[in-house]
């Protein structure tokens, strides 16, 4: 019942995080929440922890906290992510290659991996991981970031035959841009000129995403796994 299910959603301080923590929230879950920094909001039924997700003590202190309060876990989603430095491949600073796969790969495997050992014990999870139309569009620009996320994609296809035996499945939604401060960080004229190569051109919609989730969380998606879904005809 989705009274009684529990949700854990990764950089819920702003942008789809934040969406997403007031969308399932709204639909009865019990929402987990975490992110670097507070956030300035408060929901019925949401928690937050502040914390870094590429630092693997605290997200095994967060799983025990979870596990006490709540016995269980049915969905994770997988959806913080960073971009630091939109710049060709011979200018990136090692600095920025390192916080990128800390965050956008790391922090993915150490949530997944905790989650599953909290999931298998109800023989029941949905693993969502976030990926992005750049590892299809090959944007200019965006080397470290694509390569970050073509990391989680491959992960979570190998993950996804590793865990399906305990009832648990693990999906990859990848948007196409949607209006939030991370794609704000990208030249306007070159995010248009990247879009005409999808068959949605436009912008895409919170909703969007939400509603993908929707179908991949439900029980009756078990044979459901190991899937990249890309939004917007990418």
């Known amino acids: 019942m989705a009274e009684s299910r ?118 029941f999870g949905r693993i969502i991981n976030f990926a992005s139309m750049a590892v299809r569009l090959e944007v200019p620009g965006e080397s470290i970031y694509t390569a970050t996320k073509a990391a989680v994609i491959s992960f979570s296809r190998v993950f996804a035959k590793e865990i399906h035996r305990l009832g648990i499945t693990c999906n990859v939604v990848a948007p196409a841009a949607i209006e939030t401060d991370l794609s704000a960080a990208v030249d306007a004229d070159a995010l248009a000129e990247v879009l005409k190569r999808n068959a949605v051109q436009s912008f895409g919609e919170m909703a969007d995403v939400s509603n993908t989730i929707d179908w991949l969380i439900k029980p009756e998606s078990q044979a459901i796994t190991g899937q990249v879904i890309y939004l917007g005809g990418v």
């Open 6 to 123: 529990v949700m854990l959603i990764t950089g819920t301080r702003k942008g789809i995080g934040k969406y997403l923590a007031e969308y399932y929230v709204k639909r009865g879950f019990r929402v987990i929440g975490c992110s670097r920094s507070p956030v300035e909001y408060e929901l019925e039924n949401y928690r937050h922890f502040c914390l870094d997700i590429s630092d693997e003590s605290k997200i095994v202190q967060m799983f025990v906290e979870i596990r006490e309060s709540y016995e269980k876990l049915d969905v994770v989603i997988n959806n913080a992510a960073i971009n630091p430095s939109i710049i060709p491949a011979i200018l990136m600073p090692t600095s920025s290659l390192n916080s990128s796969f800390q965050v956008n790969f790391l922090g993915t495997f150490l949530v997944s991996r905790e989650a599953a050992k909290l999931m298998m014990r109800g023989q």
